[in-house]
Nanobody
Framework: QVQLVESGGGLVQPGGSLRLSCAASGRTFSTYQMGWVRQAPGKERECVAAISRSGSGTYYADSVKGRATVSRDNAKSTVYLQMNSLTPEDTAVYYC?????????????????WGQGTQVTVSS
């Protein structure tokens, strides 16, 4: 198993940037596909970014494409999500998720392990 702890959320002004981090512990981090899933009030969960075990493969939802960068440091057992040009529509709880299967996971339901989430609020 793996335990995930997110950090880096907060209140950001429209047009601003933030970097979310997710620290993993437990089983070897490099064996997991990783993803960032967000959920806004009244909306379904959305996988906004995902990254393969080695970091060579990535996925971005259309809603964040061009504004987000997902990366990982397997030596530090950490995955990151850099988001720029934030808008109020990006307001959500952002979860880090992990899965030990094959292939980048783009569907939230395919992830087996979840962090507790970090709130991101974009507002002036």
């Amino acid at each position: 198993q793996v335990q995930l702890v997110e950090s880096g959320g907060g209140l950001v002004q429209p047009g601003g940037s933030l970097r979310l981090s997710c620290a993993a512990s437990g089983r070897t981090f490099s064996t997991y596909q990783m993803g960032w899933v967000r959920q806004a009030p009244g909306k379904e969960r959305e996988c906004v970014a995902a990254i393969s075990r080695s970091g060579s493969g990535t996925y971005y939802a259309d809603s964040v494409k061009g504004r987000a960068t997902v990366s990982r440091d397997n030596a530090k057992s950490t995955v990151y999500l850099q988001m720029n040009s934030l808008t109020p529509e990006d307001t959500a709880v952002y979860y880090c998720a992990a899965d030990s299967g094959v292939g980048v996971r783009t569907v939230p339901g395919r992830y087996d392990y979840w962090g507790q989430g970090t709130q991101v609020t974009v507002s002036s």
